[in-house]
């Protein structure tokens, strides 16, 4: 098998020639559309819609690279065009949540209608590693072919949420907290992410990096220019690509890990190929001309530390989530986002406060909370450890 091609595009702003032109571009030196997808296929777009955030955010997919995606797939004939994601706060719905970060103007004007990720359906899947069963969207679930769209961002339980991770919005609504609570740490969680990623398979990942998120993401981040457009067939190396570019171990992002243990793909630099329009160059190039070591991401080692192995110790090394009580506005929508049944927690006195000894540390409170208002802070320990136990 040859090497997986991960094509990395400069691009400077998201202007509409300029966005257009990086699109297609990559899709060029990846051998064209009809390398991944067939004009009589049903094509769902696979954006990051996370939460109605306005596109300066860096939060979501930006619309301009779903918009170039979509008038590229239709310059070259392809008709059946759906785009389609599951938000994070499932009472608000997938269209409301695009109109607010600007893709719903996009995909009307391209007459690229929604697909129902509204409705969900239970996929039993027994050979899982993880998960024996999925309840997928009824709109990924009716497509041929899947374009996922992701977003170059942080994420707290994950490290990054890059090119496996965005197939979370796959999962269908409420369901997706209720993974958090089934799947409760960084590992099991990115062996679910792996499994996901087998039974959805996305034909190709374009990932938008133009304006990344740094720090508190997926959602409280900060925006910060990377300039790029990444692309490839191959999730694992894709994301390991963007690990690299922003001096983060792959190995440490648990779905590079179990991504490349299912064969879904690789992180093995000796394993990609990294395309430009000046031809292949060296991950070590790549990383001159484009990386950036100061961006805001989980660098740590602590979970994979040798004091993991007493686990009694384990509570100690968790990062924990807090509450910045001046910008917090007492919304309780970090309560609705906690996926415990007895939820770790509650509204006093109008504001969060949290159960630490229930908490699982999925961080969906920190995921959904629209103020910026949660954080999540690092143990004296841990940074010890850290410091002192290099895996
Ligand atoms: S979601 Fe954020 S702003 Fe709303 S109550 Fe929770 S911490 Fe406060
Ligand atoms: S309090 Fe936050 S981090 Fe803890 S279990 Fe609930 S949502 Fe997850």
């Not at 103007?105 to 590693?129: K, W």
């Not at 977003?151 to 609504?173: P, S």
């Amino acid at each position: 098998m040859g090497k997986s091609k991960v094509v990395i595009i400069e691009c400077r702003k998201y202007k509409q020639d300029l966005v257009d032109q990086a699109v297609s571009e990559a899709v060029e030196l990846l051998g064209g559309w009809e390398r991944f997808v067939a004009k009589e296929e049903r094509i769902v777009l696979k954006p990051n819609l996370l939460a109605r955030c306005s596109p300066e955010k860096a939060c979501t997919t930006h619309p301009q690279v779903f918009a170039a995606v979509g008038r590229s797939l239709r310059h070259h004939g392809y008709e059946n065009l759906l785009y389609g994601d599951s938000p994070g706060n499932h009472l608000i719905g997938v269209e409301q949540t695009a109109e607010g970060c600007g893709i719903l103007r996009e995909a009307r004007q391209l007459g690229i209608e929604a697909a129902n990720f509204s409705e969900g359906q239970q996929v039993d899947y027994p050979q899982g590693h993880a998960a024996d069963h999925f309840v997928l969207c009824k709109g990924a679930l009716e497509a041929d072919a899947i374009i996922n769209l992701c977003k170059m961002k942080t994420h707290q339980l994950e490290r990054i949420t890059g090119a496996m991770k965005n197939t979370f919005g796959c999962v269908y609504g409420f369901n997706k907290g209720a993974s958090h609570a089934r799947f409760p740490n960084a590992d099991v969680f990115g062996k679910m992410i792996g499994d996901l990623n087998l039974l959805v398979r996305p034909r190709l990942h374009i990932m938008d990096g133009v304006m990344a998120m740094e720090g508190n993401g997926p959602q409280s981040g900060d925006p910060t220019p990377m300039y790029l457009l990444l692309a490839s067939a191959d999730p694992v190396a894709l994301d390991s690509v963007f690990c690299r570019l922003v001096d983060l171990k792959p190995e440490l992002v648990p779905t590079n890990v179990y991504g490349q243990k299912y064969g879904i793909g690789t992180y093995e630099e000796d394993q990609i190929e990294v395309l430009t329009l000046e031809g292949p160059i060296s991950m070590e190039v790549a990383v001159s001309r484009w990386g950036n070591a100061d961006f805001n991401v989980e660098r740590g080692e602590e979970f994979q530390g040798q004091l993991k192995v007493i686990g009694f110790l384990q509570p100690l090394l968790d990062r924990k989530p807090f509450v910045k009580k001046d910008q917090c506005v007492g919304c309780g929508i970090c309560v609705q986002a906690c996926p415990l049944e007895e939820k770790a927690i509650y509204l006093k006195k109008g504001k969060p406060v949290y159960r630490y000894r229930k908490c699982i540390k999925c961080y969906c409170c920190q995921e959904m909370c629209p103020q910026k208002a949660i954080d999540v802070k690092t143990t004296w320990i841990a940074k010890i450890a850290d410091r002192n136990w290099k895996i």
